[in-house]
């Protein structure tokens, strides 16, 4: 049986087999078909992880591919209609040590999402990380969080919160939990760009009451290697705050380790929010 997650990223050439690009080696955009999934669906629209998965993967399956996910930045532009979208990637530079690429997502209503991404190859250097692991007991000691929001794609994680709830009104808006996919799968640099969206929006935690709000702009910041990725646990430890709520936006920094202490993801949101 295909994981929800592998069939939300399959790509797949055009059935009119349109594209600018046919083969490896060449510049130039190359465009793919993907799909929405109901598993991963959201209130309105897909899951933002799902689509900056679906982003990445356009990429990362490219036969141009260099390099593992570095960076990943997302902008959604409208929201993503249930059914088919066109993936269009260009890797726009080619350095010795790293690739940049352009991506969009099209549908039949226009552009529903533009991004970037850099690719890079790992060499060994100084290798230090500043920023310390929460204290915090482990997933075997945490209650499994349920939650009264009933979304498709959150029965796709196992969430277990340390501190931070989305239920009361808190001076922070710092939440901390574990955790981990509710169908096993080994991690990699796409499941990673999906979960390090798994954070319920920052306006929850401050206000304790749930309010429309959206992710604008995503970006992902990746720090580990493939292999010491896939070699990760299960469970994925991961912290977000917002910095300023204002004129409708806030913004969102979180930090996402491994079960081992390594710090594997960073990532930042633009939110808009209403209703407060």
Request: charged share 15%; aromatic share 8%; with cysteine.
């Amino acid at each position: 049986m295909t994981h929800s997650f592998d069939a939300l990223i399959a790509m797949e050439d055009p059935a009119d087999g349109a594209q600018s690009t046919s083969g490896a080696g060449l510049g130039g955009p190359r465009t793919v078909t993907a799909r929405t999934h109901p598993a991963w669906a959201n209130m309105v629209g897909p899951y933002g992880g799902a689509t900056a998965a679906q982003a990445l993967a356009g990429i990362t399956s490219d036969p141009r591919a260099q390099g593992r996910p570095a960076a990943l930045t997302v902008n959604f532009a409208a929201p993503v209609d249930e059914g088919t979208m066109e993936v269009v990637v260009d890797p726009v530079r080619t350095n010795r040590s790293n690739q940049h690429w352009t991506v969009r997502i099209d549908q039949e209503s226009g552009t529903v999402l533009t991004g970037t991404a850099l690719l890079a190859r790992g060499r060994e250097t100084f290798t230090d990380t500043e920023l310390s692991v929460p204290d915090v007991p482990v997933p075997a000691d945490v209650d499994i969080t349920p939650y009264t929001m009933a979304l498709p794609w959150m029965e796709n994680y196992v969430f277990r919160i340390v501190s931070g709830p989305p239920t009361a009104a808190s001076a922070s808006s710092e939440t901390v939990m574990w955790v981990s996919q509710a169908q096993r799968r080994p991690w990699d640099h796409v499941s990673l760009a999906a979960a390090c969206d798994v954070f319920f929006p920052r306006i929850f935690a401050r206000t304790g009451t749930p309010s429309p709000a959206g992710t604008v702009s995503y970006t992902v910041y990746f720090h580990t290697a493939p292999e010491a990725l896939a070699a990760q646990g299960e469970h994925l430890l991961c912290r977000a705050a917002a910095s300023r709520f204002h004129e409708g936006h806030f913004d969102q920094i979180g930090h996402v380790w491994g079960e081992d202490g390594e710090l594997l993801a960073t990532t930042t949101q633009l939110v808009y929010f209403k209703g407060v």
